[in-house]
């Protein structure tokens, strides 16, 4: 029975403790013969799992997944190229059968070089998130409307600055803010750096400084401890939607823990001996360890170690504004943004800008404020460096005066 195997090149883990990339061969074997075909693909030796013929899929390695899933196809267009052969009664040998491989891929290639329809395809072969998923095809959907607009093509090698400042442009007109064209373009590089790892296309302007994610500072608002403590008090013993969501709101501000991991907390995740909560997060597959703040040892209690279950964050958002509006948490915030290529400037209440991730946001502040290492508060948050830790968090001048007050230097 024909046999579709992976090997290295060099398999050595010596070279440069495996850290050097190497070529990855498929083996195809069948009938006593046997075709050694070269996939085009590299992959240091640490990473390379060889009981599995696969790559590890781990963070350091990103291309993982997408080298893994061109390995996977790869088996089926060689097996199809093989059935074909028997089918057209033609005996199989590895000449023929590179041949044929060679010609279907050069086919396949010609037709999928169109980078919306590529990312697309990557997308719906990928193991990402479904919420993920809806926001990079977003993308996609703004790229087919740009190109039919415009008339223009979506070619790799026509992903350029031209095409750049065309798309930018196209955005502006649409009234788009600059934080949300910045993650339509970092989509776009993303999928034109895969295609570039395929070996689909040597284009490499999404490279250049010029073809950058626009990105501005947003207007984020944390909840401060006096806030907190009103939402806690807030009387909701006639409104059991509201305060199911309160609890699980205040358990993610004293904790950082993502809701998607808040949710799934189990009996076996809570140590009550110890006084802290362990969880493997969903996101980065890391083990976090959070001490138990008496406020959440009374909400996991009053829900016998089950915190409630969410629904899904669109809804989230909209009770947690009716929640902060019962709380009069209508503090006015006043929001500075680039929409449409202009400077604009919007006064809200507090309340109305009150979100699922204003949870996250409220433990990083509140910490950092109240003295909490930042390292220690890193290592739940998940924030790989002091910088993007500290652009996280979000400080009121008065609270900043408040935190220097007793500081020595004013003293």
């Known amino acids: 029975m024909p046999q579709a195997t992976f090997v290295l090149k060099n398999p050595s883990l010596e070279n440069g403790n495996g850290k050097n990339p190497t070529l990855i061969y498929l083996f195809f074997t069948f009938n006593k013969s046997r075709l050694k075909y070269s996939t085009g693909q590299k992959v240091p030796p640490k990473y390379w799992n060889t009981e599995k013929q696969r790559v590890k899929l781990i963070r350091e390695f990103r291309q993982a997944e997408s080298i893994n899933h061109l390995l996977d196809k790869l088996v089926g267009d060689v097996s199809n190229c093989h059935r074909d052969l028997l089918i057209e009664g033609v005996t199989p040998t590895p000449e023929l059968l590179r041949v044929r491989l060679n010609e279907a891929l050069k086919k396949e290639d010609s037709s999928t070089k169109d980078l919306a329809d590529f990312a697309e395809r990557v997308v719906d072969a990928s193991n990402r998130k479904e919420v993920t998923k809806r926001s990079i095809k977003q993308s996609i959907r703004l790229l087919r409307e740009f190109k039919e607009s415009k008339g223009t093509s979506l070619h790799f090698d026509a992903i350029d600055l031209d095409f750049y400042d065309a798309f930018i442009n196209y955005l502006k007109d649409l009234e788009y803010s600059q934080n949300s064209m910045g993650n339509h373009i970092k989509n776009i590089k993303v999928f034109m750096r895969e295609a570039f790892e395929r070996g689909l296309t040597k284009n490499v302007f999404f490279r250049s400084r010029r073809f950058k994610r626009l990105e501005e500072e947003s207007t984020s608002i944390y909840l401060n401890k006096e806030e907190l403590q009103t939402l806690t008090n807030l009387d909701l013993s006639k409104n059991e939607r509201l305060d199911k969501i309160r609890d699980l709101f205040i358990v993610g501000c004293y904790t950082g823990l993502r809701f998607s991991d808040l949710t799934q907390l189990k009996i076996e ?5 110890k006084s802290v909560i362990k969880v493997r997060t969903q996101k980065t597959d890391e083990t976090v360890i959070v001490p138990i703040k008496k406020i959440v040892g009374q909400i996991i209690d009053k829900y016998e170690g089950h915190l409630p279950t969410t629904i899904s964050n669109e809804k989230m958002n909209e009770y947690l504004k009716e929640l902060g509006e019962k709380a009069k948490l209508t503090d006015k915030v006043e929001i500075i943004m680039t929409k449409g290529g202009e400077r604009k400037r919007e006064i809200l209440k507090k309340h109305d800008l009150i979100t699922v991730h ?54």
């Open 358 to 411: 204003t949870a996250r946001r409220s433990f990083a502040t509140n910490g950092y404020l109240e003295g909490v290492p930042t390292i220690s508060l890193m290592k739940i948050t998940g924030h790989r460096t002091e910088k993007s830790f500290l652009k996280y968090i979000k400080i009121s001048q008065e609270d900043n005066a408040n935190k220097l007050i007793d500081h020595p230097f004013f003293n």
């Open 269 to 273: 995740n809570i140590n009550k001996q």
